[in-house]
């Protein structure tokens, strides 16, 4: 154990020197934690001045992920150090060291999964700071720092956390991909809803009346080739219809909606057995949002 902790330090050595560092962190009155909320996303960030900015970000449906995104490229890749500074208005609450991280090159030096992102959070909750040690990159000179100290300041962080908080609530359950495009399936000769398509149509519905970027819902009806091409068409035509009909009842504007049927007509899977005609039962649902409209100089 004690060869383990030698070994430790003299890596931990090699990847900052604290004697000269260059630091970066918000001072006490400079320091705000800005919260972001959308139905699909959750925000946090806090400017580091000199540096660029810390952020927690939560999408739908996925996991949190912390990043530090810098306009400077100050870090060298490899190895940095991360440890958690005790508050100086508590001295009952020690410091932390959680070890060494990756460090990157380019606008985001450092990455961090949803197990280590959470207990930054609660690192800043409890009013430690966060601390990423690296060496410097480019260095040319024995007076240039050695190292690059980068700090999370948790000043007023507990007010914006509660906000954080309520965006968590609201946040859609699943990812925009599977919002953006989903598929129901039906029974042969069937045009009714299961259970498990109203489910995924209810979770459909709340997020096209929060999201007020959303331009067009596009409903395709298809079949199988078991019966006649008429008979087909009026099959998918009845299936589309039955999905428009839930989204009409439960508040969807008419305008939103584009309604389409196309029988027999462009199989997704081989009709020649059960499992292929059990995916071409379909209907499909695509959600087209607005796209970013940049100014023409």
């Not at 991909?177 to 498990?196: I, K, V």
Request: proline share 4%.
């Amino acid at each position: 154990m004690q060869r383990f902790k030698m070994f430790y330090w003299l890596i931990l050595g090699l990847v900052v020197n604290p004697v000269q560092a260059n630091h970066y962190q918000a001072a006490m009155d400079q320091s705000q934690w800005l919260v972001s909320s959308h139905l699909l996303s959750c925000h946090m960030s806090q400017e580091i001045p000199g540096f660029g900015s810390a952020y927690f970000e939560q999408p739908a449906g996925e996991s949190l992920q912390f990043y530090l995104a810098s306009h400077q490229h100050v870090m060298l890749k490899g190895k940095a150090s991360l440890r958690s500074l005790a508050p100086v208005w508590n001295p009952t609450i020690e410091g932390r060291e959680f070890g060494l991280i990756d460090v990157q090159s380019g606008s985001r030096p450092i990455q961090l999964e949803a197990e280590l992102a959470l207990q930054l959070l609660n690192e800043l909750y409890i009013g430690r700071t966060p601390q990423f040690l690296r060496r410097a990159i480019g260095i040319h000179s024995t007076a240039e720092p050695e190292s690059v100290e980068v700090g999370l300041s948790a000043v007023n962080f507990r007010s914006s956390f509660a906000s954080y908080q309520q965006c968590l609530e609201q946040l859609m359950p699943v990812t925009l991909s599977e919002l953006s495009r989903s598929r129901l399936l039906f029974l042969p000769n069937e045009s009714s809803l299961n259970e498990a398509s109203l489910a995924w149509l209810a979770t459909l519905v709340e997020f096209i009346k929060r999201d007020d970027q959303l331009e067009s819902v596009f409903i395709d009806g298809y079949t199988d080739n078991s019966h006649s091409a008429r008979y087909n068409q009026g099959l998918s035509k009845r299936r589309a219809e039955a999905v428009q009909d839930f989204f009409l009842q439960q508040g969807v504007s008419a305008d939103l909606i584009l309604l389409r049927f196309h029988g027999e007509r462009f199989p997704i899977a081989s009709n020649e057995n059960p499992e292929g005609r059990e995916q071409n039962r379909r209907v499909t649902i695509r959600l087209q949002r607005q796209t970013p409209r940049f100014a023409q100089r």
